[in-house]
């Protein structure tokens, strides 16, 4: 069996490219679960690992690619019949094992999750990770008694994740104020249905002082940094911010004042090594109540050989919104 793949690969160790190749099936790794890709979808994880990042992805040649849907070939743990639609994400699928950005997956059975009823395989590649951990975060905000009066801050909102969570609490109901470096991004917003859009300079005003004026309700951050120790200095008392990123930076430069003298909390998010109950039970609110049909249609789609123009935009930090692969 042979089939499609982008894979990027290094002569020197240094410098990265990514290329169209015909691969056969002993590029696999020998997992229970082949799966013939549908659609994956592009994260700014993927962008690390396509740039050489060895922080995401060690080995190379490699097949990039955090998420994939499609259909079961066969499985030999016997737990999936041929033919059943799944979703694979996080774990180390495009990270160190061969990922989405193919068109054949084999997998571990404890990676893989049937779809959910009303949730079709191109939908949830439109989700995919980013639209995952956006779940999360609002999940996990509402869980610690996100409020309904007052405004809610989306940092980085213009990608993936932001973008989706900051279009998810709007439709749940929320004063959305949408943060981003990008000038030209409101008619982007108000299609996803969010009206408030907050220039990033505007948002980091004065966000060197210990504490800055309590404002937000809740925050969800996907930036780190600066932009993550300006939301926790300006959350209003007893709220909360769900991070989830780290495009600005892995560093948190602050102190304990916003802790013990607002009362507020720093809710981590993880979607990669989530156990399946919790993914499956994300998954089926998208399928549900959480839909969000004007983002899915808005989702840009691409083929592997457009990867080389897209990534590099991620990784700089210049897209709006989601891309999705079709590999069929």
Not at 16 to 22: D, E, L, M, N, P
Not at 256 to 274: Q, Y
Request: glycine share 10%; charged share 20%; hydrophobic share 45%.
């Amino acid at each position: 069996m042979e089939y499609r793949a982008y894979q990027v690969s290094s002569e020197d160790g240094k410098h990265y490219s990514g290329a169209v190749v015909t691969l056969n099936e002993q590029a696999l790794p020998a997992h229970d679960v082949l799966i013939r890709v549908h659609y994956s979808s592009v994260n700014y994880k993927d962008a690390l690992s396509a740039s050489g990042n060895k922080g995401v992805s060690r080995n190379f040649p490699h097949v990039p690619g955090i998420d994939a849907a499609g259909e079961v070939v066969h499985d030999r743990s016997g737990r999936f019949p041929a033919g059943l639609q799944v979703v694979v994400t996080g774990y180390d699928l495009g990270m160190n094992t061969a990922g989405g950005f193919a068109e054949y997956i084999c997998v571990p059975p404890d990676w893989v999750q049937a779809l959910p009823a009303g949730l079709s395989m191109r939908d949830a590649m439109a989700y995919g990770t980013a639209g995952l951990t956006a779940g999360l975060c609002v999940q996990k905000l509402q869980r610690m008694g996100l409020p309904f009066e007052g405004e809610v801050v989306v940092t980085g909102a213009s990608g993936g994740v932001g973008s989706i969570s900051a279009a998810l609490l709007a439709k749940l109901g929320h004063d959305v104020v949408a943060v981003t470096g990008k000038s030209d991004a409101a008619d982007f917003f108000a299609g996803l249905g969010v009206a408030k859009v907050m220039a990033r300079d505007e948002f980091l005003h004065d966000s060197a002082k210990p504490m800055l004026k309590p404002r937000w309700a809740a925050a969800v951050d996907v930036c780190g940094g600066e932009m993550l120790a300006a939301a926790v200095k300006s959350l209003r008392y007893g709220c909360s911010v769900a991070a989830c990123g780290l495009v600005n930076s892995a560093d948190l430069p602050l102190n304990v004042f916003p802790f013990i003298l607002r009362d507020v909390n720093l809710l981590g998010v993880d979607s990669v090594e989530l156990p399946l109950v919790d993914k499956g039970h994300i998954w089926r609110r998208f399928a549900a109540e959480w839909a969000l049909p004007d983002m899915v249609a808005a989702t840009r789609e691409i083929t592997l050989e457009q990867l080389p123009e897209v990534l590099p935009m991620l990784l700089a930090g210049k897209s709006k919104g989601r891309y999705l692969v079709r590999l069929i």
